[in-house]
């Protein structure tokens, strides 16, 4: 791998991928695949190519192999939001993958459940060296958020305190969980997890078959039982998209 690796950006919703996309400096001409549209620039002084892959594990799955394989990606990178889970992940914190899981794959009695069929693994663990700089980056934008009067403004609003980040288990889904009957079995099943989303893990797989690193970072928008007081789209224009966009800038300076 290059000392400045090209970098592939995932993000599931345009509001996750906007302040990136402001950030790209010298876009060349959008390209067109599989429906995506794929932004290529410079990017905190990175090549970079920037995606939105929509909703699901398919499109993020396709997105991500086009990152690799149409793009040359030698890194793989993963912003946007989840459903918190674990004990003490409240709205407005910042979870950093460790681990990935699909919560929804079960082969059994062929496999093991959850276990990707003929993988021998259930749980992709995330790139160490890219999930600490994401880690680091999350620490130092909730920072940067506490000591700004506008970003306490702004927390306030949304009735968050003080954010915190977490690293550990991802799990990743084709269903949307926002029922406490659903948290309350995958908490039961998997005491680990610390939030839920509908991508990541999908394209965790992807980055593991071509062995190219990969890493993610979500902010957590809800408690993904039904409890959330917070609008999303308000959530994610307030917070969740600086988040992405501080974090990933942050995580690329870092050297």
């Known amino acids: 791998m290059s000392p400045t690796p090209r970098i592939g950006i995932l993000s599931a919703l345009q509001a996750e991928q906007q302040l ?3 950030k790209l400096f010298k876009p060349r001409p959008l390209q067109l695949h599989g429906q995506r549209s ?43 939001t989840a459903g918190g889970l674990g004990e003490g992940v409240a709205i407005g914190d910042i979870v ?21 069929p003929l993988s021998g693994r259930s749980r992709f663990a995330a790139d160490p060296g890219w999930s600490a700089r994401l880690q680091r980056g999350a620490e130092a934008a909730i920072d940067a958020l506490l000591a700004d009067e506008a970003g306490r403004g702004r927390l306030g609003a949304l009735g968050i305190e003080r954010p915190r980040v977490h690293r550990g288990l991802l799990l990743s889904g084709d269903r949307f969980v926002s029922g406490p009957q659903q948290a309350h079995e995958l908490r039961a099943l998997l005491p680990d ?7 990541t893990a999908a ?18 928008s809800d408690r993904a039982d039904a409890t959330a007081h917070i609008d999303f789209d308000r ?9 992405g966009a501080a974090v990933i800038g942050a995580a690329l300076q870092h050297h």
């Open 20 to 22: 990136l996309l402001q």
């Open 38 to 80: 794929y932004h290529r620039g410079r990017l905190f002084g990175h090549d970079a190519v920037l995606v939105l892959s929509g909703i699901g594990k398919v499109a993020a799955a396709t997105s991500a192999t086009s990152l690799i394989a149409e793009f040359g990606c030698e890194v793989v990178l993963f912003t946007g």
């Open 96 to 116: 950093v993958a460790g681990e990935l899981l699909q919560h929804d794959l079960d082969a059994s009695p062929l496999f093991p459940r959850f276990e990707v």
């Open 193 to 199: 997890a610390l939030a839920v989303d509908m991508e």
């Open 203 to 220: 394209v965790a797989q992807v980055c593991a078959d071509y062995r190219v690193p990969f890493a993610a970072v979500r902010s957590v």
């Open 235 to 243: 959530f994610t224009n307030q917070l969740a998209r600086h988040y």
